[in-house]
Each structure stands twice: as structure tokens, then as C-alpha cells.
């Protein structure tokens, strides 16, 4: 399902009940987040929460602050138009049935192939409401058409009606450490100045003053590689930072889709609806002409990078002061009624939880088409994305657990995972206790756990190095004989079907 803008989507939770307006005035300083946060921990992600009068420095913002829109699993399917995020991923899975490919690549390429034909493609356009408003920075004539009329839920008194800055967006300061206020939400356009092929990825983005930012793409990111071959080459980067629009641009910015893989085709398919681009006003990169805001800008190979940061991150805990690349704005466009989307990030359980198992349904089909043997696999909300990975397996030969882990940290993003549990087929990954009943009884430690090196995230604060460290996989299935068991396993404990059914015909669900 399409939606035309985010307020449409808005609008969309509103009608299923999905969705807190609050009222009062709230400040973008901390209290947004102290909000958002107890929304977040609620059983299941509660609701989302439409802040009418975000006030950024005591003043009341034009612009509404919608965030936790995605923060559960209904709604993570209701952004995609569906009944669930796993029926999305069976009919995925089933558009490259027909071919199965023989290798991640092959995989990779005939998603692409399935997302085309399905006339996912993005087409470009002449003109977006994203180009309502016009405010070309740097620029001696300044393109700024009038303000909207206040919505009727605001008090007109109080609005800050100056053309749009970054600095009277209502741009939150997550947390009280926090360097400054960061944008949560950015969807992040970059081209590879070689090939030209397009990349979406989401990034932060910390507002330094009113024209620059920083640009916090992690080195193993796609935008991170486009932007060293700018260094290289010497040449000024083109940037374009887009928000709101369909919920499915900043899923897809999110999602880990291999480096080349347009993340607008992917769009296109979940919203059942190509995705119309408008060429930005001061470069000639491509953005989403429904999307709410549009920064433009650039970034200069001779600048030297600045500290990003310190900033309360995914992990729980904040990311330390860290050199990035600065973004230089040279025009912000938007849509006169625009609603400014945001997130917060902390300790978990919080919203990307959400985001992040959407993308794990999602790539399963495409994950098992590689490795057959995989039944399920989960991130639990413990685990911050990928720190923890539980995988179930159907094994039928010594040592498959080994090739399963091997396989997955060779795997993209799967890379940062720093634990991964294999259990069997018979384990429900999702129930977490259900693992660590299964880890505790079903290992010896030594003989069934292995080491190893390989990269980590950047914003892991436990390894000695930054972006390098250790793995650790255990083996929690059943010991064949061929893995050097010798003696005989046990059968699990489970009451026969038939006094089951005994005891469900005398007693019914009452015991
Ligand atoms: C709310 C949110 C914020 C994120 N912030 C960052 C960030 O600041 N830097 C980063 O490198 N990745 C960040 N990520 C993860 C990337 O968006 C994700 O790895 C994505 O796949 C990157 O796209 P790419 O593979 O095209 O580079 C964030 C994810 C979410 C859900």
C-alpha cells in the first residue's frame, strides 16, 4: 500500500487506533525522548506518538514530530500494506522460487531481477510536493514561499513562522550527554561516482550550527565506500538527506541490502507503487518527491573530518566523540504541512527493534535459499540489532552448526554479530528462554563453542579496537556421533498426544 505523504501514513495509524496525539506542548530538548521512551518500553512497542507543539528552544515549531510510528510488529506490517511482515517475506521468497540461485550473489541478482519485473522501479518526475517550499542556502535570492496557515491544533501565537533552518526544525537532543540534537530519521541519497549506481542508507546526521552537520556513515557502510572514491578522486560529494514520505523509504534505507542494490526498488515492491523521484535543486541527486523534507548539500574531500558525537546510541550506552565526514547544506526543501518523523535509539527495547526483525523476515527466504538447513532466525531485542543471533537448524551431518556460523558472519551486516547460538529445528528461536534452556542443557562448553576474529561495529565500546574484534559461536544442537559423542542423547521430556488429548477432553482449557 502507497502512501502519498507520511502525513497520509499518519493519518492511516490514527484510523486504526494506532496513534497518541499529544496536545501539550513538549520540548525536542530530552523531553520527547523521556516520552517516546516510556511508548517504547511498553509491552509490544505501545503506540505512536504525534507530538502537535514540539517546541525547539521554548518555541513552538511549525512542524509536528511523529515518532515510534514503526515501533511493532502491526504496525511494521501496516506500513507495508499487509497482515503481516511474514506473509510479505513468503511472497518475496516465492518470486525467486523459480529460479533457485546457487550463491548469495546469484541470490542478490535475481532479487533485483524479481523487484524489476514487479515494476518496482523508480521514475523520475518533474515536480513533488517535497518542492512546496524552497530555501536555497547560500543564496543571495532566497526562494521562500510563504508559510502555511497553522494547523488548527496549534496556537498561532506562538509559532516560529522564519523560513526553515536547521536550527528551527524540530530536531531533537536525545539525550542528556548528547553533543547537540541529531536527526534520527535521516534517509541518506549518495551516488558511486563510478559507476553511478544509487545508495539509501540511513545515517544520523548531528546539526553542528545552521549550514553544517555531521554525515555518522560507519566505514563499513555503502556511503562511507562512495565517499572514499570522492576522496580519492578529489571531487566535492553530492549528499542529499530526504524525511518522511512513505514509511517504506526509511525501512528500506535501513535495510542491509547488498552494496549496488538499489534500496528505491525495494521500496517500490513493499509499497506496491514505483517510487517517484524529483532531481534535488542543487545537485543531481534523486529524492522521493512525496518525502516531507529534503536537505541538499555536499561534502568537501579537502575538509578535514570533525568529532561526531557523543551521541546516547542503539547499544545503551553513548558512542564517544569519533571523527566524520562534515555535510555542507546548500537548500532545504519541503512540503507546507510537512510532519518532522524521528526515533530515538537507547537501551532496548525501543523502535528499531521493530525495523531491524522486519529486515531479518524479510531476507529469511533469501538467507535459507543459501543455507537450506536454516529453519528460523532471530535478533533479539537483547542483542541491540545484531549482537546476538539465535539461529534454528534442521541438521543432518556432523558439524553443520560450524558452517551455519561461518556462513552468516560472511554475510553482509551479519559481519558485526558477535554470538551466535545454533539450536535445532524443534526450537522456537523467538522464545528466548526457550534458547537458553536449550544452550544450557545441550552444551559442553569447551568442545562445543569456537572463536574467531572478524570486524564489529563501530559502535561496540567493548572491543580493544574500534570496528575489529572476536566471535563467539556455540553449538547448542544435538551431538551426532560423528561430531566425537559417544555416548547416547537423551529424548526430550513430552506428555503423549493421546493423554494430552485425555486431559483436554476432561478438563478443557482449564488446566
Ligand atoms: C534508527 C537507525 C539509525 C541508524 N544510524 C546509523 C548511523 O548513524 N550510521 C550507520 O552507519 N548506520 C546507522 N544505522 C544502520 C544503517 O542504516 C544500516 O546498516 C543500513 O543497512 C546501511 O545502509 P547501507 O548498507 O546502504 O550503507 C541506523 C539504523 C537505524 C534503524
Given at each position: 500500500m502507497a502512501f502519498d505523504s507520511f502525513r497520509d501514513w499518519i493519518n492511516q495509524l490514527d484510523r486504526a487506533g494506532e496513534l497518541r496525539r499529544i496536545t501539550q506542548p513538549v520540548a525536542t530538548e530530552l523531553e520527547i525522548t523521556e516520552l517516546a521512551d516510556r511508548e517504547m518500553k511498553r509491552p509490544g512497542g505501545g503506540q505512536a506518538l504525534l507530538i502537535e507543539q514540539p517546541t525547539v528552544n521554548g518555541v513552538v515549531s511549525p512542524f509536528p514530530v511523529a515518532i515510534n510510528t514503526l515501533g511493532s510488529h502491526q504496525r511494521m506490517a501496516m506500513s507495508m500494506g499487509a497482515e503481516s511482515v511474514d506473509a510479505v517475506a513468503a511472497e518475496l521468497g516465492a518470486l525467486m522460487k523459480a529460479k533457485p540461485p546457487t550463491s548469495m550473489a546469484e541470490a542478490m541478482k535475481l532479487l533485483s531481477l524479481a523487484l524489476d519485473l514487479r515494476h518496482a522501479k523508480p521514475k523520475?518526475?518533474?515536480?513533488?510536493?517535497?518542492?512546496?517550499?524552497?530555501?536555497?542556502?547560500?543564496?543571495?535570492?532566497?526562494?521562500?514561499?510563504?508559510?502555511?496557515?497553522?494547523?488548527?491544533?496549534?496556537?498561532?501565537?506562538?509559532?516560529?513562522?522564519?523560513?526553515?533552518?536547521?536550527?528551527?526544525?524540530?530536531?531533537?537532543?536525545?539525550?542528556?550527554?548528547?553533543g547537540g540534537r541529531f536527526i534520527t530519521l535521516p534517509c541518506v541519497v549518495t551516488q558511486d561516482p563510478d559507476t553511478g549506481d544509487r545508495n539509501l542508507g540511513m545515517y544520523r546526521?548531528?546539526?553542528?550550527?545552521?549550514?553544517?552537520?555531521?554525515?555518522?556513515?560507519?566505514?563499513?557502510?555503502?556511503?562511507?565506500?562512495?565517499?572514499?572514491?570522492?576522496?580519492e578522486r578529489g571531487e566535492r560529494m553530492p549528499v542529499a538527506i530526504f524525511l518522511g514520505g512513505d514509511p517504506m523509504y526509511p525501512f528500506a534505507?535501513?535495510?542491509?541490502?547488498?552494496?549496488?542494490?538499489?534500496?528505491?526498488?525495494?521500496?517500490?515492491?513493499?509499497?506496491?507503487?514505483?517510487?517517484e523521484l524529483v532531481k534535488c535543486e542543487t545537485n543531481d541527486l534523486e529524492v522521493p518527491a512525496n518525502s516531507d523534507f529534503v536537505i541538499e548539500g555536499y561534502i568537501d574531500p579537502q575538509e578535514p573530518l570533525r568529532d561526531e558525537g557523543p551521541f546516547g546510541d542503539h547499544t545503551g550506552y553513548y558512542t564517544l566523540p569519533e571523527p566524520y565526514p562534515v555535510f555542507h547544506v546548500t537548500a532545504i526543501t519541503h512540503r507546507r504541512d510537512a510532519i518532522y518523523p524521528a526515533t530515538i535509539v537507547g537501551i532496548p527495547p525501543m523502535e528499531d527493534f521493530y525495523i531491524g526483525g522486519a529486515s531479518v523476515k524479510l531476507f529469511l527466504p533469501i538467507f535459507k535459499m543459501n543455507f537450506p538447513e536454516i529453519m528460523d532466525i532471530a535478533l533479539p531485542a537483547?542483542?541491540?540489532?545484531?549482537?546476538?543471533?539465535?539461529?534454528?537448524?534442521?541438521?543432518?551431518?556432523?558439524?553443520?552448526?560450524?558452517?551455519?556460523?561461518?556462513?552468516?558472519?560472511?554475510?553482509g551486516q551479519m559481519m558485526f554479530t558477535k554470538y551466535i547460538i545454533v539450536v535445532d529445528d524443534d526450537v522456537d528461536v523467538h522464545n528466548t528462554s526457550d534458547v537458553l534452556f536449550r544452550l544450557c542443557a545441550n552444551t559442553d562448553p569447551q568442545?562445543?563453542?569456537?572463536?574467531?576474529?572478524?570486524?564489529?561495529?563501530?559502535l561496540d565500546h567493548a572491543t580493544s579496537e574500534i570496528a575489529a574484534g572476536s566471535k563467539l559461536g556455540i553449538d547448542a544442537t544435538k551431538k551426532l556421533p560423528g561430531e566425537g559423542f559417544k555416548r547416547s542423547w537423551p529424548p526430550l521430556i513430552n506428555m503423549s498426544d493421546e493423554v494430552?488429548?485425555?486431559?483436554?477432553?476432561?478438563?478443557?482449557?482449564r488446566h
Open positions: 523520475v518526475v518533474s515536480y513533488g510536493p517535497c518542492k512546496e517550499v524552497i530555501h536555497l542556502v547560500d543564496s543571495p535570492k532566497l526562494r521562500v514561499e510563504s508559510w502555511p496557515k497553522a494547523p488548527d491544533w496549534q496556537n498561532p501565537s506562538t509559532i516560529n513562522s522564519k523560513p526553515s533552518t536547521l536550527l528551527n526544525l524540530p530536531i531533537l537532543k536525545c539525550w542528556p550527554l548528547d546526521v548531528q546539526i553542528y550550527d545552521n549550514q553544517t552537520t555531521g554525515m555518522h556513515w560507519q566505514l563499513q557502510k555503502v556511503a562511507a565506500r562512495h565517499g572514499r572514491r570522492y576522496y534505507a535501513t535495510a542491509p541490502l547488498p552494496d549496488g542494490l538499489d534500496e528505491f526498488l525495494l521500496a517500490g515492491y513493499l509499497r506496491k507503487k514505483s517510487v537483547e542483542g541491540v540489532f545484531h549482537n546476538l543471533v539465535f539461529v534454528s537448524i534442521r541438521k543432518t551431518y556432523p558439524m553443520q552448526a560450524y558452517k551455519i556460523m561461518h556462513g552468516l558472519w560472511g554475510m568442545r562445543d563453542s569456537i572463536f574467531t576474529k572478524g570486524p564489529s561495529d563501530v494430552r488429548r485425555k486431559i483436554d477432553s476432561i478438563f478443557g482449557g
